[in-house]
């Protein structure tokens, strides 16, 4: 019975060669290819033009930090409890990513993409993308869903990264049907809702992946990529400048004892 055979277009190794994407890695990537366009390259497995990997590196750029976020701390605590472990502490920051923070960009992505294949023919003006996205935000209303990318607990006048990459988007002729809607829910939202929200950063960085054509599935995994820069970038400021002996001493020092309260 012969070996099984396992295809694969991404790495391969010779005695004294490695391939990549069916190029030489030493000679061909190694110093000239820039880690995000690689890893534009790898998921899609066609390189991307010059528009495209700025459009992606912005993506990366405005996902990889946000502060104190609660996948930072808990970065810097696992490092607090286990120093000799620095992927347990990259791991716990990234099992963090999930609805509220980082797993957005998933969320709106996603969201974006089902309204419109459900419509069909797209709008070809401002008026057509209103209409749509007057539409989507009454009918996740009316079954008392959100909408992705709405909203943000910082930034209640406006995410700054949003207006960014809108503008780079633009600049490049990317601006697809996915940032279109995004752009037009942020318009109309107000006249369901009653208030202004604003569109987050992790929302409109899913409407241009999504625009870029990665898959829907992995929108989650980009953002990651971006955050665990980030996380890298707060364990070594940890390092230098360590706070998570004072995060974990201020609760230790003053939580107070109280009665048990039974599940009813």
């Known amino acids: 019975m012969p070996d099984p055979v396992y295809e694969t277009a991404l790495g391969a190794s010779t005695k004294d060669k490695i391939t990549l994407l069916g190029h030489d890695l030493a000679e061909d990537v190694m110093g000239t290819v820039g880690f995000g366009e ?3 390259w790898l998921a899609t497995q066609r390189r991307p033009a010059t528009g495209e990997a700025r459009v992606f590196e912005a993506v990366l750029a405005a996902l990889a930090d946000h502060g104190f976020t609660p996948t930072a701390i808990v970065t ?18 990234m099992l963090g990513g999930g609805s509220r ?23 070809t003006d401002e008026a057509g993308w209103d209409a749509l996205a007057l ?3 009454e009918n996740s209303r009316a079954e008392k869903k959100f909408v992705p990318g709405l909203g943000h607990h910082v930034h209640k006048d406006g995410d700054p990264r949003t207006r960014r990459l809108f ?8 601006r697809g049907p996915h940032l279109e ?19 987050n950063g992790a929302g409109v960085c899913g409407a ?8 829907l599935e992995l929108l989650r995994g980009f953002a990651l990529l971006a955050r665990t ?36």
């Not at 809607?181 to 208030?195: C, S, T």
């Not at 241009?208 to 898959?215: H, R, S, T, V």
């Open 135 to 137: 539409k989507t935000v």
């Open 208 to 215: 241009a992946l999504a625009d870029l054509g990665l898959p």
């Open 76 to 93: 810097r605590l696992t490092y607090l409890s286990a120093p000799d472990s620095v992927q347990g502490a990259l791991a716990a920051g």
């Open 101 to 123: 923070f980082l797993g957005v960009t998933e969320d709106c992505g996603r969201f974006l993409h089902a309204v419109l294949t459900e419509a069909g023919e797209l709008p």
């Open 38 to 40: 690689l890893a534009f």
């Open 181 to 199: 809607l995004f752009a037009a829910i942020g318009r109309v939202h107000p006249r369901v809702l009653g208030k202004t929200l604003p569109l």
């Open 229 to 264: 820069a980030g996380l890298i970038g707060q364990l070594a400021e940890e390092l230098r400048h360590p706070v998570a002996n004072d995060i974990f001493l201020s609760v230790d020092l003053n939580n107070r004892s109280v009665p048990p309260d039974p599940q009813q």
């Open 167 to 174: 503008a780079i988007a633009d600049e490049e002729g990317l």
